[in-house]
T-cell receptor, first 113, second 114 residues
Framework: IAGITQAPTSQILAAGRRMTLRCTQD?????MYWYRQDLGLGLRLIHY???????GKGEVPDGYSVSRANTDDFPLTLASAVPSQTSVYFC????????????FGEGSRLTVL | RKEVEQDPGPFNVPEGATVAFNCTYS??????FFWYRQDCRKEPKLLMS???SGNEDGRFTAQLNRASQYISLLIRDSKLSDSATYLC???????????????FGGGTRLMVKP
């Protein structure tokens, strides 16, 4: 593993199903983030975690939950997927307190039918 | 009004042209500013940070205007490989001081033609 790894890279899901997007980083970054990217709306923050054991809500948290049991992993769960959650999801990380560079995973393209 | 706004474009320019993008932000308490580049169907990657004094990296120049609350990116001598979407990002400290996070603009698409 080098950097941030997301899985799956692509998924088609029936509405109402539960889905977890996985995110793992090996850079020992304290802060991690989940964004969704939609055409015309740019990147919008869903949830974030400044350090293991803590999480916070971003701009569009409804319908999503996260956990941060350890430094490396930050999964995003859709408890009951809806078509409006069709999007590209990006996980990102950076060092806490560093106002600089966000490192992004390659994205997970999710389609909810 | 969105916190960070950009003209979505697309900007269609010939090779060798100079092109400039602006990005406005609404929160005057914003602390840090960045330009990211995103290629089609790829993840965003940091292009450059934007400092108060302005900064230059080769053909790219970034500027900050705090009074008018905008940042700009100037690309000189455009190359075909510059074709991408350019996202501005602003670091806004949340009111509860739980940490800081980047807020992104919607991106400006640049297409450089031969």
């Amino acid at each position: 593993i080098a950097g941030i790894t997301q899985a799956p890279t692509s998924q088609i899901l029936a509405a109402g199903r539960r889905m977890t997007l996985r995110c793992t980083q090996d850079m020992r970054h304290n802060a991690m983030y989940w964004y969704r990217q939609d055409l015309g709306l740019g990147l919008r923050l869903i949830h974030y975690s400044n350090t293991a054991g803590t999480t916070g809500k971003g701009e569009v948290p409804d319908g999503y939950s996260v956990s941060r049991a350890n430094t490396d992993d930050f999964p995003l769960t859709l408890a009951s997927a809806v078509p409006s959650q069709t999007s590209v999801y990006f996980c990102a990380s950076k060092r806490t307190g560093d106002t600089g560079e966000l490192f992004f995973g390659e994205g997970s393209r999710l389609t909810v039918l | 009004r969105k916190e960070v706004e950009q003209d979505p474009g697309p900007f269609n320019v010939p090779e060798g042209a100079t092109v400039a993008f602006n990005c406005t932000y609404s929160n005057s308490a914003s602390q840090s500013f960045f330009w990211y580049r995103q290629d089609c169907r790829k993840e965003p990657k940091l292009l450059m940070s934007v400092y108060s004094s302005g900064n230059e990296d080769g053909r790219f120049t970034a500027q900050l205007n705090r009074a008018s609350q905008y940042i700009s990116l100037l690309i000189r001598d455009s190359k075909l490989s510059d074709s991408a979407t350019y996202l501005c990002a602003v670091n806004i400290f949340p009111r509860d001081n739980a940490g800081n996070m980047l807020t992104f603009g919607g991106g400006t698409r640049l297409m450089v033609k031969p």
